[in-house]
């Protein structure tokens, strides 16, 4: 036999658990010049909200509601919050998916190519390229667009210059994840002018800074090319502190008499490396030769030997020298400035080429 029992009822009050939700108008993009940020949720009425920050942050508004404001500081902003209902029930954490951007484009050098003055490289880059949205950037040259990029790094070889003459200015732009443009800094080539000094036996160089966006030690070197041949080393060293470097640069090179076309190029150093070559600047020296009549070779170091001045730019230069009753005492080929004799007048025939010189030299211990 089953017994049955009665029904007895019961009221049972059921606290729902908090289900807290983001608002669809949140911005997650975080830039280093994004200021004050706001985050909304929803939740049951009633409810306090924790809201846990972690990263670099100034103190935050709005601890306990269903909205919080803070200004973000630094690199890997992260944010989440908790909900508490009116009956003390706790939501799962909700996590914000936060994207720092702090990308900023770089120009990394501007120069003439070292193998071809008459076109400018630009290199140039993306500096922390991981939250970038599109990783493209745009450069920039005078203030009108010239090409669009979509790389983290590259170059850009810039073939409508005027090297020897038009100091040009470079720029890159992007758009970061909060639609602010960004831009390097400014970046110019450098121009190199140079002219001759005949009679000092000289040429003056004058060039503008080059401008890259470093506190540092820096270097200007002056290449040199004689008759088309590349002298080793370098010609005039200019040191600064770059925030210390004149807007014009200038040096004179002298030694001009061994070559007839002079050529000069500068570079710009940082930490001993060049980062940027100017054009080559050539001027064009007659270099003429010049004969004494009077020689005393007497030991003191002065007018000792018959000295013809630029005679080493002659190789094929043939020499000689007669005595009063027109007696050849000297021949060369190859004269090397080395000639004197007894007391006495002599009489010389020079030839080189198309130049024939004859003259008298006098000879007085």
């Known amino acids: 036999m089953r017994c049955k029992g009665i029904w007895i009822p019961k009221i049972v009050s059921v606290k729902p658990l908090p289900n807290t939700i983001a608002s669809a108008s949140n911005d997650y993009n975080v830039c280093p010049e994004s200021g004050v940020k706001g985050y909304k949720v929803f939740g049951l009425p009633g409810s306090v909200f924790e809201w846990i920050l972690s990263g670099q942050f100034e103190l935050p508004r709005g601890q306990g509601t269903d909205s919080i404001y803070t200004i973000w500081g630094g690199s890997n902003p992260r944010l989440k ?11 799962d954490t909700l996590k914000f998916n936060l994207n ?21 490289e630009i290199k140039f880059g993306l500096k922390s390229p991981q939250n970038h949205p599109t990783k493209t950037f745009e450069l920039w040259k005078d ?69 890259p966006n470093v506190e540092a030690p820096v270097q200007y070197n002056v290449l040199r090319k004689v008759d088309n041949v590349v002298l080793d ?3 005039g060293t200019l040191n600064f502190l770059q925030s210390e470097t004149p807007a014009e640069l200038k040096s004179s090179i002298f030694e001009t008499y061994n070559g007839f076309k002079q050529c000069y190029r500068t570079t710009f150093s940082k930490n001993g490396i060049i980062e940027s070559y100017s054009n080559w600047s050539c001027v064009d020296f007659e270099n003429r030769l010049v004969f004494p009549n009077l020689i005393t070779p007497n030991g003191d170091g002065k007018n000792d030997v018959f000295e013809i001045r630029n005679i080493s730019l002659f190789p094929d230069a043939t020499l000689s020298i007669f005595n009063r009753w027109g007696e050849e005492v000297y021949s060369t080929a190859n004269y090397q400035n ?10 010389y025939k020079f030839k080189s080429g198309t130049i024939d010189n004859n003259g008298w030299i006098t000879v007085v211990k």
């Not at 919050?81 to 939501?91: D, M, R």
């Open 81 to 91: 919050v908790l909900e508490t209902s009116a009956f003390g029930c706790i939501s």
């Open 100 to 120: 720092y951007d702090n990308s900023q484009p770089e120009i990394i050098s501007v120069s003439t190519l070292e193998a071809d003055d008459s076109k400018i």
């Open 143 to 211: 203030g009108s667009l010239l090409s669009s990029f979509n790389a983290l790094e590259t170059r850009f070889i810039d073939i409508g210059v005027q090297t020897q003459e038009k100091i040009y200015t470079y720029e890159t732009q992007t758009k970061n994840s909060c639609g602010t443009v960004l831009k390097s800094g400014l970046f110019n080539n450098m121009v190199l002018r140079s002219l001759a000094l005949e009679n000092e036996g000289k040429s003056d160089l004058t060039w503008n800074r080059y401008n």
């Open 233 to 235: 080393g370098t010609f």
């Open 338 to 347: 080395d000639w004197k004799d007894k007391d006495g007048v002599y009489f």
